[in-house]
């Protein structure tokens, strides 16, 4: 008899060699029609498995997160299956699941074409109508090299296997694929599904390795899933802040600087509305704001642990002989500032900000826009305080960056804690005091956190914080990184209440992390319709005919003078065609004006997004027009 305890705590017991799918039916049909695998004394296993000893198990039914993950990768059997069925030459070589999908890395001298991605669909639909069961067959490593002798992929991938059972999964048919599983029961269970794309790519990455090709697939679990994940991914094509950017004259990229970007003049007005708001901020929750040099040198960095743990990130220059390196981060220069002055326990905690300029290497493989680049200004923070003070700072940094959050709109954000990893420096008693004060800060403030065990930093535990966008993608963006090392390192003091000197604790905090990356994300969030207060341009005065241009200009004063960004088109061109230029150029307000308009000081309005246009008085409208801009607000409708 077979011992098996449930996850609310009741056993069930069954003959020796039962499975976890008979288990499933004695518990309820429900349960066994639902169930995808089962996860036993924590470790995701097939139904067919049988239970020979007492476990904890617990049945993985679709509705589970780790369900898709699961049906995911069976699909991508099936796609492999497909593939070697129509080009019978087809070497497989790996295929795991990754975010929204699945890829298969296949060696075959014939190119996939997007146009085969139909035919390879079609036989996937008949493996998975045919509803056929996948099989575990399990042997030695030398039976599993024996049974691969001369599949130099294969052979590869069960050195990568750490156990000495070697397991194999049919499904039906001939087919038959080297893994460690667990898989769906049967092909049926695999939920609408589809071929997305074909890319090269090195095995093991490695560029001298003959180039493979990835098939990348998706499956979900509801035909409307996959219909809204394609329709996510056709959003995401319009608002690519790379196309956006361009044609808004933002930003640019030129060859002269691969992975530096240029900005605007346009993006520097979100660039510089970011900046201003970030200041008022900062200052308000009592930050000071330093600058430190981008060029330090090298002796710097071998005593702040970068030359050991990131020389291969960092530029390096020579001045007069000397070898300096480009900073990576903002934290020696912040050291250097904190020395040059004694500190005492009553200044404390002292919070000192900088948006400093870092450069990073990327390969060039990586780099996305101004999602990934290799220089980037980091809005960045140093909180020096004792012990006894550092729940409080966390407790203010996480008011602070949710307020900066909500200012431009988000409100989905999760936060991960990341601990103790196996290679770290400091006392186990230490960590567990600045752990404990991040849990309980999170606590205090009542949000649910994820804890990612052993994945912290090896100076400190940190925070991390990541938000969706309106197409449902995850940023990370902030973190708040505890550390005992650096200053220690470079011998930070100060004077406690006992007259002795101690090392401060240091807090590095960032909130939008890159500001190039943090406007790429805006850009595309928004598909640039910004919000008013971050429009690079708030309005157009658009004159009906040449015979209002006069009050056209006199608006267009009114308009300057209350310090609105606002310009006026005098072309000849009809009003329609200036409105749909102005629309294109996604401008919040277009002020139409004619002689009813100049008779009364009126301005028409058509609000950007909006089908009814509003009459108003402009100083009236300029009026609406700065209460947004001060209060941030998305809406641009009002009320006359
Ligand atoms: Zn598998
Ligand atoms: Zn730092």
Known sequence: MAKIKLPDGSTIELDNSSTARQLAEKIGPNLAKQAIAAQINGKLADLSTPLNDDVDLRIITIKDPQALDIMRHSCAHVMAEAICDIWPDTKLVYGPTVKDGFYYDIDLDESIHPDDFERIENKMREIIEQDRPFRRNEMTRQQALEKLAG???????????????????????????????????????????????????????????????????????????????????????????????????????NQAAPGFAFMHAKGMIIWN????????????????????????????????????NYKENMYFTDIDGISYAIKPMNCPGGCLVYKTRQHSYRQFPMRVAELGLVHRHEASGVMHGLFRVRQFTQ????????????????????????????????????????????????????????????????????????INEGDGAFYGPKIDFHLEDCLKRSWQLGTIQLDFSMPQRFGLVYTDKDNTEKTPVMIHRAVLGSFERFIG????????????????????????????????????????????????????????????????????????????????????????????????????????????????????????
């Open 521 to 640: 994300i805006l850009i595309e969030h928004y598909a640039a319709n910004f919000p008013l207060w971050l429009s690079p341009q708030h309005a157009r005065v658009l004159p009906i005919s040449e015979k209002t241009n006069d009050y056209a200009l006199k608006v267009l004063h009114m308009l300057k003078d209350a310090r609105l960004r606002c310009d006026a088109d005098l072309s000849d061109e009809k009003v329609n065609a200036k409105i749909a230029k102005a629309h294109a150029e996604k401008i919040p307000y277009m002020l139409v004006v004619g002689p009813k308009e100049a008779d009364a000081a009126t301005v028409n309005v058509r609000t950007r997004g909006l089908k009814q246009n509003k009459t108003v008085a402009v100083d009236r409208f300029i009026q609406l027009a700065k209460q947004k801009i001060i209060d941030k607000t998305i809406d641009l409708d009002f009320q006359p």
């Open 151 to 253: 599949d130099k992929y294969k052979t590869d991938n069960i050195k990568h296997v750490d156990s000495p059972v070697i397991s194999f999964y049919s499904q039906g048919g001939g087919f038959e694929d080297l893994c460690r599983g667990p898989h769906v029961p049967t092909t049926g269970k695999i939920g609408p599904f589809k071929v997305m794309s074909v890319a090269g790519a090195y095995w093991h990455g490695d560029p001298t390795q003959k180039m493979l090709q990835r098939v990348y697939g998706t499956a979900w679990q509801t035909q409307k899933d996959l219909d809204d994940y394609l329709e996510r991914l056709e959003e995401a094509k319009k608002r690519d802040h790379r196309i956006l950017g361009k044609r808004l004259d933002l930003f640019s990229f």
């Open 273 to 308: 509305a970011i900046v201003d708001f970030w200041r008022d901020i900062h200052d308000r929750y009592g930050y000071q704001e330093i600058k430190t040099p981008i060029i330090l040198n090298e002796e710097l960095w071998h005593k702040s642990g970068h030359w050991d």
């Open 379 to 450: 809005d960045d923070a140093h909180i020096f305080c004792t012990p006894p003070q550092i729940e409080a700072e966390i407790v203010s940094v996480i008011e602070l960056t949710f307020e900066i959050y909500r200012a431009f709109g988000f409100e989905d954000f999760h936060i991960e804690l990341s601990t103790k990893p196996e290679k770290h420096i400091g006392a186990d008693e230490i960590w567990d005091i600045s752990t404990n004060a991040l849990s309980s800060a999170l606590d205090y403030k009542k949000i649910p956190f994820k």
